[in-house]
């Protein structure tokens, strides 16, 4: 038997949550049974849309359940193995995270090839939230050349990679960020104008005056008065790729949404929300070319570490005071 | 010299519009100049978004100008021509609406034919908004098999052409209007499902109601309510043509967007506003779709008739006020 620990909803947050809203247990591993291989995690992922499993409402992720281990990506090390396809030593992508270990068919895990870098960028840059940005940009937004990008939490994981992708596709790129840190990142990674939005008492002013002419595409991953200022910089037939409101992630009361949104109307905008999960079938497409540009050096990316499964509960309660800069990850193991 | 009357805009509205914003002016026509024909009109239309054009803001359309007749769609008839594309007795399509009649170049009019309809369904459902319907439901919203459409506004001009070219093309249609003579003029047409949302205390129920299963398609000319509800009720990759809002046209401060956007994110929902204007390369295929679906009595209209010039105003005023089943006209001449 191996002993490990998980981290379990106790309580549903409401708003912000705190500490109280998650337990530690301590679980017993037996070994794996046929087909079966035991993980040993190394990283593992805290991401914005899991606060929304964390309410008990219907979404396109069920909801997490009360007293059971939370779920998420995670990179791990297979430490025994009862099935052919997978070996001690094997690197794997799973969804078992917020757990030290776990039992799992090797059928539902992911053998990861690291193709020389971090193993942990697979949960980040070169996993999901790189796909994330890539598939937005691309696809939901139809980017083309010429296009004014705006992007709203610039230096989150997924909008670091958005500012990166399209200024190694060329492209004039705006980003927000909270706080003089994140902005000398930002402008470092050749971001061309850098909105300090903690910073700024009218955002509406900070955008039209990094884009005089107006913006095309607006990548949101925040909603609320960035949605509103991108809306006012719009220009006709902008498209707007919305990935994330994580302004109103813990609201407690409805938030209303901007007062222009009629602006669509008159300036024929194109507003699409979507889920990476819909986009997987573009992961190749996006390795081979997050292939090209790191070794090009366009596309770099940072990570914010909290240390231990302890302090998972932290690191996913900083996303939403913004302590990230790129990616949050918490190394276990 | 002939002299005819027009309706100038005199101050500009605060919310909704009055009497005292408009004033009606006499003007003497000279014989029309070199190249120039004199239209006496016979039916002008009165839209939505001429609210719009009646604040000092930037927008599609440019403002109204204090002191000036008011445009508009209107239907006439050369009375005198002074070029060789035009003669006596034409009829004539032109956006010198708001006025008894008027000189202008042969070239910036329209010679009508009517093709065995009223002249004034050119300024409806043969015009501008059922070419609005069409584009909007098959261009904009990307219409297809087995979508469920739902529609507010839906005994307006635009509202009630959606409904008919949706269940001309085989979809169940759910509509929204205000009272029991819209609801059962709606009914008689087809409209599956008629919700009453003046007499309904709960859009969001009576719309779960009418769509159990979830709608694929909104096709939104009202904002506000109707577009929380449809973002509640929406299947996952639903798609949303925002054409008009006129729930808020009149607000005299910022009215709230819907506090449910973020539904838009994991439903994967397209929201895409236009402008009819830019679809204007559809008319011939409108036209052709039009004349089959009324010839096997797919789609009929009715007119809301203020008669005269000087009702303009009143009928303008009434768009607001739901006085309309159907396409609001204004009989001149």
């Known amino acids: 038997m191996t002993t490990v620990r998980e981290i379990r909803l106790k309580s549903r947050p409401t708003g912000l949550p705190t500490h109280d809203n998650f337990e530690t ?3 017993e591993l037996p070994a794996p ?27 396109y ?19 025994q193995s009862n099935d052919p396809s997978l070996k001690p030593g094997d690197l794997v992508n799973s969804f078992f995270g917020w757990r030290d270990g776990f039992n799992a068919p090797a059928s539902a895990l992911q053998k990861l090839d690291p193709r020389g870098l971090p193993p942990q ?12 940005a890539y598939a937005g940009l691309l696809k939901i937004a139809g980017l083309k050349d010429g296009d004014v990008v705006f992007v709203s939490g610039a230096a989150g994981a997924v909008g670091a990679m958005v500012c990166q992708i399209a200024k190694a596709k060329g492209h004039t790129v705006i980003g927000s960020a909270g706080g003089a840190e994140k902005v000398a990142w930002l402008k470092s990674i050749g971001v061309d104008q850098v909105i300090d939005y903690k910073a700024t008492p009218d955002l509406n002013a900070a955008l ?12 949101d991953n925040v909603g609320g008065a960035h949605l509103e200022a991108a809306l006012n910089a719009a220009k006709p037939f902008a498209r707007f790729a919305i990935c994330g409101m994580i302004s109103i992630y813990n609201a407690t009361k409805p938030e209303p949404g901007p007062s222009n949104l009629a602006q669509i109307i008159g300036k024929n905008i194109r507003m699409e929300g979507f889920i990476v999960s819909h986009h997987f079938g573009m992961m190749p497409a996006f390795i081979a ?6 070794a090009e050096g366009k596309v770099t990316w940072k990570e914010t570490v909290f240390e231990g499964l302890d302090k998972a509960p932290d690191a996913f309660i900083g996303l939403f005071r913004g302590e990230n800069m790129g990616k949050m990850l918490v190394k276990l193991g």
Do not use: H
């Open 289 to 294: 070319d997050l292939s090209k540009w790191v």
């Open 33 to 59: 049974g046929p087909g079966e291989v035991q993980v040993k995690n190394l990283w593992m992922t805290v991401d914005p849309y899991m606060r929304g499993r964390m309410n008990d409402v219907k979404s």
């Open 61 to 79: 992720s069920p909801p997490f359940q009360l007293g059971e281990a939370l779920q998420g990506g995670a990179i791990g090390e297979v430490t």
């Open 121 to 132: 960028a697979f949960l980040g840059a070169a996993g999901m939230p790189g796909l994330t």
């Open 25 to 27: 247990a301590t679980v």
């Open 208 to 219: 039209a005056a990094a884009a005089p002419d107006g913006i095309d595409v607006y990548f």
